[in-house]
């Protein structure tokens, strides 16, 4: 499966996700989601847990995201959502207070998108044969 992260993300758009109440009006299981709603859904479960996480969280002196970054990493995963992108394989905790989603396709691709600071990412992808990518979200546009 290719990895699909070369999409532009407007900054409205994303700042109007982030103020969203629900998820793409999917926040209730009524049997009529997308096939990956699931899974995006217990992704912006997971970066809300980051919330509970407090300074020192691995014991080596990580930080812990802030409130405005986490709400940033939920408002791009709803875009990401709403545009039928496929789910990363996994969100995690960045040691220096970021969230960073990981995807792994077909061949060895593999991307990665770390958000450092408030509606701002830094992305990275690698395909095989090709030169790794890399470009920002947020304030320095799309590749």
Known sequence: MALTL??????????????RASFNGADTD????????????????EINSFRNLGEN????????PSNELLDSAIGLV????????????????GTAGTVVFEW???GG????????????ADVMLVQAGQPTKHWELGSAGAP
């Open 6 to 19: 070369e999409v532009p993300i407007p900054e409205q758009d994303w700042l109007d996700q982030a103020g």
């Open 30 to 45: 009524d049997g009529t989601s997308d096939l990956y709603a699931a899974q995006w859904r217990k992704i912006v479960h």
């Open 57 to 64: 969280w691995d014991g080596l002196g990580a930080r812990m």
């Open 78 to 93: 709803r875009l990401w959502h709403s545009r039928d992108l496929l789910p990363p394989i996994r969100v995690l905790p």
């Open 104 to 106: 792994q396709g077909d």
């Open 109 to 120: 691709a593999y991307g990665e998108v770390e958000i450092d600071r408030p509606f701002h």
